[in-house]
């Protein structure tokens, strides 16, 4: 695994456009829920908690489908630590299609609101083209070319020779960061103050990477299921604004 | 597939601060445009569908015609840095509309640091307009010096604000070389003829096999299970 892969992967500048999305934060801030520093954080840890789990898991578990259990098997103990040869993009093991499909129908089936499964798709659809251009070896799965985000964020990190580790990191943080950053944007909050934040929440993306990791293998109805019932709310109410800056 | 024509439509980009026409000049290229050629409009307001809305309701196009990509309070990312969003909305017209010969791809209203990738579009306009300040094309910044073709719009405004235009042509000519700037007034010609000229003569000549090659969104590498059925009878 190749550290600065993981940061090409995981940069907020990387053309796959995120930067369009809120991850719902535009939703909470015009509701009032989110309005200074102290309500964002509340809402950081809420979604890290409920959608940030699920996109690391899946994230983790695609990436785990597409590298394939063989060579864990054949090293033999625990499967993230198999990566310590050098990095870079590389063959994969076995594809196995069937699972990226049914973890995108997992997904579906986890997210309530038709706006939020739309903004999903379309950003995972936009991290695919990223990825496609950017590792050659970026694979077709059953998932298709519009696959939720978090199984794009496991086919990118499959192509780019990252582990199911990294790709729920990716996920995870990612999730903090877009909303975050929409904050500053909407709010004008200190930008300094926010980043502390995003820092603050660091080990708890690291927690949720490694327990992603662990049960990467688990069955898709075992994976988890945490939701928050106000981000899908707020993403239906979103989506009928005449007046918006985010996509979602 | 379609080996008969293997380039795609020709992409234009179209640029410029707020207010200075862009939509309405966009409005003024499909009604000159839409009866010789199949074009189609992606729209990039920073306030979800405005322009887009504007467009369906000036009746300027289908509404299937015109896509709007929303932008997340940054216009000049979605055509410069992060080209994701706009690719997506290019690919749908295609997809549903079938072959094209010219998408216009509208920005929203940014500052003269403002440009389009060549990911994006194949040539770009900038727009800026008299009412903005006669020393505009003096101040430079990427739209005004790279644009292919710079637009200098509302000059029937120039006696109202004390513009001189023999000023903004000679600071344009300084700032873009050999690069064509045009001057326009709706008001007096509405189908923006020296600018539809131009766009039409860029359609003619068709898309540069290199920069098709380097605007195309590749999809992932595909394997023979997703092949689809050739041949005339499919479908």
Redesign the interface.
């Known amino acids: 695994m190749s550290l600065s892969t993981l940061l090409v992967l995981a940069d907020g500048r990387l053309p796959a456009g995120a930067h369009a999305h809120s991850g719902g934060v535009e939703a909470a801030v015009a509701a009032g829920r989110v309005h200074d520093l102290a309500t964002l954080r509340s809402f950081l840890v809420g979604r890290t908690a409920t959608a940030g789990e699920v996109a690391a898991a899946f994230a983790a578990a695609t990436c785990r489908a597409l590298t394939g259990p063989q060579l864990q098997d054949a090293l033999g103990g625990s499967p993230d630590r198999r990566g310590d040869e050098p990095g870079g993009p590389r063959a994969f093991a076995g594809v196995d299609s069937d699972r990226v499909r049914e973890l995108d129908d997992g997904i579906d089936a986890r997210t309530a609101s038709p706006a939020l499964r739309a903004a999903s798709r379309a950003q995972g659809r936009a991290l695919l083209r990223a990825a496609a251009r950017i590792w050659p070896t970026t694979p077709s799965t059953t998932a298709g070319k519009q696959p939720h985000h978090p199984v794009a964020v496991g086919i990118a990190a499959a192509a780019a020779g990252l582990r199911p580790r990294e790709a729920a990191l990716v996920a995870v943080y990612g999730g903090i960061t877009g909303s975050a950053s929409a904050a500053v944007r909407l709010l004008g909050l200190d930008p300094y103050a926010v980043h502390a934040l995003v820092a603050e929440l660091a080990p708890e993306c690291d927690r949720l990477a490694a327990r992603a990791a662990d049960r990467a293998d688990l069955p898709v109805d075992d994976l988890p299921a945490g939701s928050a019932i106000l981000l899908d709310i707020g993403a239906e109410q979103h989506a009928t604004w005449e007046v918006r800056l985010f996509a979602s | 597939m379609r080996p008969e024509h293997p380039a795609r439509a020709v992409r234009i980009g179209i640029g410029g601060p707020v207010g200075s026409g862009k939509t309405a000049l966009v409005a003024a290229l499909c009604r000159a445009l839409a009866g010789e050629l199949r074009v189609a409009v992606v729209t990039n307001d920073?306030?979800?569908t405005e322009d887009a809305d504007f467009l369906r309701r000036a009746g300027v196009l289908p509404d299937d015609r015109i896509r709007a990509?929303?932008?997340?309070?940054?216009p000049h990312?979605?055509i410069r840095?992060?080209?994701?969003?706009n690719?997506?909305a290019v690919e749908e017209l295609e997809e549903d509309l079938g072959e094209l010969d010219l998408i216009l791809v509208e920005s929203g209203g940014d500052n003269l640091t403002a440009t389009f990738s060549k990911g994006l579009v194949d040539h770009q306009i900038f727009v800026v307009d008299v009412a903005g300040g006669d020393k505009v094309p003096r101040k430079g910044g990427p739209g005004v010096t790279t644009a292919d073709l710079l637009v200098v719009n509302k000059t029937d405004l120039a006696p109202l604000v004390g513009a001189d235009l023999g000023v903004m042509a000679r600071d344009a000519a300084a700032r873009r070389g050999n690069l064509p700037t045009v001057f326009l007034t709706l008001v007096g010609d509405p189908g923006a003829e020296p600018v539809t000229a131009w766009v039409r003569d860029r359609v003619a000549h068709g898309v540069d096999p290199a920069a098709a090659d380097h605007a195309e969104?590749?999809?992932?590498?595909?394997?023979s299970a997703?092949a689809e059925p050739h041949g005339a009878g499919a479908g």
Do not use: F, K
């Open positions: 920073i306030y979800t990509v929303e932008t997340g309070c940054c990312t979605a840095d992060d080209i994701s969003a690719l997506d969104s590749a999809p992932p590498h595909t394997h997703n």
